[in-house]
């Protein structure tokens, strides 16, 4: 699966994945931008250890969940990519933290 | 503040509606996932119309009306909050995350316009990164002028496939391949409806779509059955049935729809009265003719109320604005019937050529034969692990729910609630009305507990 994109003229938005710098455009989401840089897989299951992408990119699947500036369990889909934004995998099941 | 009106979600109805409200006088707040107005379908219309018009013109003439529909809005002077994900509704008080914070919002009137989710296509493989749901596609094309890849399958059936192939050969695209689900019997069974269908528009954007497709060399196959995703971590091939051969098409991505249907999330959790409705295949909060919910101070409009498409949508949100403003005491009955005309109107023009695309386009297998597919996405439970749990006693969603922990994912039964029920309604043999669906309780969303615990009530 890769995507290739159509000329804009929105600004260039640079973030990490996993410590990786990314490229994004102003006004993607998070899940938009990781899956236009190619990135295979965003979390894996819980359960089973299944690689997972987003399916529906509109809130309702919960597959783009990521770890986004600290915080676990975010939808990927719903937050807009920002400049220095810290976005990390999740693998399996996520640690309470209280 | 109190606010008159409290409209949760900003697409054609939660605009409508608002828009029609602050022209009658009422107070009203608008709270929206999203980051800006237009709803999934005018999704990014202001920042895509403003910076990008050859892509805005590509959308089409229903996305530049979505410009002009978000500019009334915004000149309404209705209190607009993006990003602000509601929870909870209780009477007359509205919970919403807003960045980290918990608030909420007094209401004399609730409004839930939070639309359609695509109808969940659940098919073996379905799961495997590089399966995705067309609308998911349409809006990485629309948000972020994503094109996807030469290998593209488009898989089922019901006017958006076409309408987001379409958008896709526009955007100078390529696609490989449309496989539709629908079978051929179903083109002689929605053909008595085609005299309601004629003229209302829907027939020749529909073969005008046909056409475009032709003319860029897409394979079409038609009246497929028994799909199937297969690959090790990701999606390599697509599997089907077609004129009594299999067929195999090796790509790196399957994107599936087979319709939409009314995201039952928030009328359930208010515990709004719901109808199974058989032509369409899909449970609908019940209404009056002014979005009325069977609770008291609540209303719904827009496809979230019933599945009727934007112009619809948005026509039923005008009149639920009107609705308002009468039970606000600021327009009498009269009035409200006057302004409500027109509307009605245009209403029962867009209503009347539904019956051919519900009978072509209802869904071909809304339950999963292979006992092996993934259900429940989250959890990963399989259609034969449900049907096992109906065997020894599961009568219900909530009890297949608390055996299996189906629907008690993330996603909180957003994506396999319908099917689940739809393998009760069918092991047991009976209608899917009798079986109802998961109980839905607040936080609507996951939210972080820090949140809740340092919420601040009557802050909105």
């Given at each position: 699966m890769s995507f290739t994109r159509t000329p804009t003229a929105a600004r260039s938005v640079q973030f990490s994945f996993d410590g990786m710098p990314v490229q994004a455009r102003e006004g993607d989401s998070v899940a938009a931008a990781l899956l236009a840089a190619g990135i295979d897989r965003f979390r894996t299951t819980p359960k089973q250890g299944k690689p997972r992408l987003p399916y529906?990119?509109?809130g309702i699947c919960f597959d783009c969940l990521l770890e986004i500036d600290g915080e676990a369990n975010r939808q990927g889909c719903m937050v807009?990519?920002?400049?220095?934004?810290?976005?990390?995998?999740?693998?399996?099941?996520?640690?309470v933290r209280l | 503040m109190k606010q008159d009106l409290v409209i949760v979600g900003a697409g054609p109805?939660?605009?409508?509606?608002?828009?029609?409200?602050?022209?009658?006088?009422?107070?009203?707040?608008?709270?929206?996932?999203?980051?800006?107005p237009g709803g999934q379908i005018y999704r990014q219309v202001e920042r895509v119309?403003?910076?990008?018009?050859?892509?805005?013109?590509?959308?089409?003439?229903?996305y530049a009306h979505g410009?002009?529909?978000v500019r009334e809005f915004r000149d309404s002077g209705a209190e607009y909050l993006p990003g602000a994900m509601v929870w909870q509704i209780e009477a007359g008080k509205v919970w919403y995350l807003s960045g980290d914070r918990a608030a909420s919002a007094d209401a004399g009137q609730i409004l839930m316009a939070t639309g359609a989710i695509e109808r969940p296509m659940t098919r073996k493989g379905w799961t495997l990164p590089g399966v995705m749901s067309a609308g998911g596609v349409q809006i990485l094309l629309k948000s972020s002028g994503m094109i996807p890849g030469a290998d593209?399958?488009?898989?089922?059936?019901g006017p958006l496939l076409y309408l987001i192939a379409g958008q896709i050969l526009a955007a100078g695209g390529r696609l490989q391949a449309i496989v539709e689900t629908v079978p051929s019997s179903r083109y002689l069974a929605a053909a008595r409806h085609l005299p309601a269908a004629l003229g209302t528009g829907y027939l020749s954007k529909g073969l005008a779509m046909l056409m475009g497709l032709r003319r860029k060399g897409v394979q079409i196959y038609r009246g497929v059955s028994d799909l199937e995703v297969t690959g090790r971590d990701r999606a390599e091939a697509l599997h089907f049935r077609h004129k009594g051969q299999a067929v195999t098409l090796t790509t790196s991505l399957v994107v599936l729809h087979e319709g939409v249907i009314p995201n039952q999330q928030i009328t359930r959790l208010t515990e709004c009265a719901h109808d199974w409705n058989p032509a369409q295949d899909c449970f609908e909060p019940r209404t009056d003719d002014w979005g009325n919910a069977s609770v008291p101070g609540l209303m719904i409009a827009g496809d979230g109320a019933g599945i009727g498409g934007a112009w619809?949508?948005?026509?039923?949100?005008?009149?639920?604005?009107?609705?308002?403003a009468r039970a606000a005491g600021r327009i009498d009955t009269t009035t409200r019937d006057a302004q409500a005309a027109p509307l009605r109107a245009r209403l029962n023009a867009l209503i009347r050529g539904r019956g051919f695309l519900e009978v072509l386009y209802a869904p071909s297998a809304p339950v999963p034969k292979d006992d092996a597919t993934i259900v429940c996405r989250c959890e990963e439970i399989t259609a034969g692990q449900i049907r096992e749990a109906v065997a020894i006693g599961g009568l219900g969603p909530n009890q297949v729910k608390s055996y299996l922990r189906c629907g008690m994912g993330p996603c909180q039964g957003r994506m396999c609630g319908p099917v689940v029920t739809a393998i009760i309604a069918e092991e047991r043999g009976v209608s899917p009305d009798a079986i109802?669906?998961?109980r839905i309780r607040p936080p609507l969303k996951p939210i972080p507990l820090a949140a809740i615990a340092n919420a601040e009530p009557g802050d909105g």
């Open positions: 529906c990119m509109m807009e990519v920002r400049d220095g934004m810290q976005v990390r995998r999740q693998d399996q099941s996520r640690e | 109805a939660g605009m409508g509606a608002a828009i029609e409200a602050r022209r009658a006088g009422l107070s009203v707040l608008v709270l929206d996932e999203q980051s800006a119309t403003l910076t990008e018009t050859a892509r805005a013109d590509r959308l089409g003439p229903d410009a002009a529909l593209t399958v488009l898989a089922g059936s619809a949508a948005e026509a039923g949100g005008r009149l639920a604005g009107l609705e308002a109802g669906y998961f």
